[in-house]
């Protein structure tokens, strides 16, 4: 995904450039944008405020949490989730998971932008044999499947929840490495920057104070949207093992530990499932939103 800006973001103009009140306006115009915004605000102050939402810590093992067969309890008046088959209570997990899924995906997500951005800027400005250096080795980083990569990695280190936002960031920079480079290696072309190099200015000077500021538009709409893929792939690491290690509670985990009791106590999946699926699109409906906003070739066609 690139985005085309208009060079006076950069210059001062007020009325190219919407300030951050103007912007937060426009998204609260959009329902679409108001549904995942209302999704993602859930999902965090869920985490947030887990321990005054539920009376039960996250790996406690309730004396009643079981049937008297060993059987996890549906939800009810006690457990308003259920329970899952150690007898633990649902909504708390689902509670306290919500933190690893935000931890891991807002960390994650936020190094492999800086990554990217930082081998997007480099390669797209210098160029030469630096440039292709640097590209071709993002070219065979994304010859590797996302998911078999991560997979390799988490198995190669002890997996943890640092670990596993590390894991998943060496996974997904490539493609903000690639989305920047293509639009610096237009914007250092563009007569701007010829001027700004023929006036004598410094290197840092033209990164720091004319690419850079093009460039944040497509970073926060990027970043949005990678929240939503990094907290699935968390998911996926989870549940296949490799992810975060129970206790930890963490959304991928929980559908792993209780896969078994699919059929017979369904509520353990779906729950958990449902979960998942409303944070990745609350944060792909509002980084859709941002896109439009902040895409000047967007502007008017709603």
């Known amino acids: 995904m690139s985005l085309p800006i208009s060079p006076d973001v950069v210059a001062g103009n007020a009325s190219s450039n919407p300030a951050v009140k103007t912007v937060w306006a426009q998204l609260l115009a959009r329902p679409l944008a108001l549904i995942g915004l209302f ?16 009376a039960f810590e996250p790996n406690e093992q309730m004396f009643d949490g079981l049937s008297i067969e060993g059987a996890p309890m549906p939800p009810g008046e006690t457990f308003w989730l259920g329970t899952d088959l150690l007898g633990r209570d649902l909504l708390t997990r689902i509670l306290y998971g919500a933190r690893t899924s935000l931890i891991i995906g807002i960390a994650a997500n936020g190094i492999a932008l800086i990554i990217g951005t930082f081998v997007g800027v480099v390669a797209g400005y210098f160029r030469g044999w630096v440039g292709a250096v640097l590209m ?4 065979l980083m994304m010859a590797f499947p ?3 990569l991560a997979i390799c990695l988490a198995a190669v280190f002890s997996p943890s929840l640092w670990i596993v936002a590390m894991v998943i960031a060496l996974v997904y920079w490539v493609q903000t490495a690639r989305v920047i480079f293509t639009q610096t290696s237009s914007l250092a072309e ?20 004319h690419i850079l500021p093009h460039l944040v538009p497509t970073i926060i709409v990027w970043g949005t ?8 792939l968390e998911a996926t690491l989870s549940f296949l093992g490799v992810g975060v290690q129970p206790p930890t509670a963490s959304w991928g985990n929980i559908i792993f530990e209780n896969q ?14 449902v979960a998942i699926l ?10 859709d939103a941002m896109r439009d906003i902040l895409d000047p070739t967007q502007r008017g066609r709603d």
Do not use: H, M
């Open 190 to 209: 563009r007569e701007f920057i010829d001027a700004e190099r023929a006036l004598g200015a410094s290197t840092s000077r033209i990164l720091l104070r």
């Open 260 to 273: 078994t009791y699919f059929q017979a106590a369904p509520w353990l999946v779906f729950f958990p499932g």
């Open 136 to 139: 071709r080795f993002t070219d």
């Open 146 to 148: 996302a998911l078999l």
């Open 278 to 287: 409303a944070l990745a699109l609350g944060f792909n409906l509002v980084g």
């Open 225 to 232: 949207l990678g929240i939503s893929t990094t907290v699935l």
């Open 39 to 54: 999704f993602v605000a859930v999902t965090v102050l869920g985490a947030v405020f887990a321990p005054w939402l539920t």
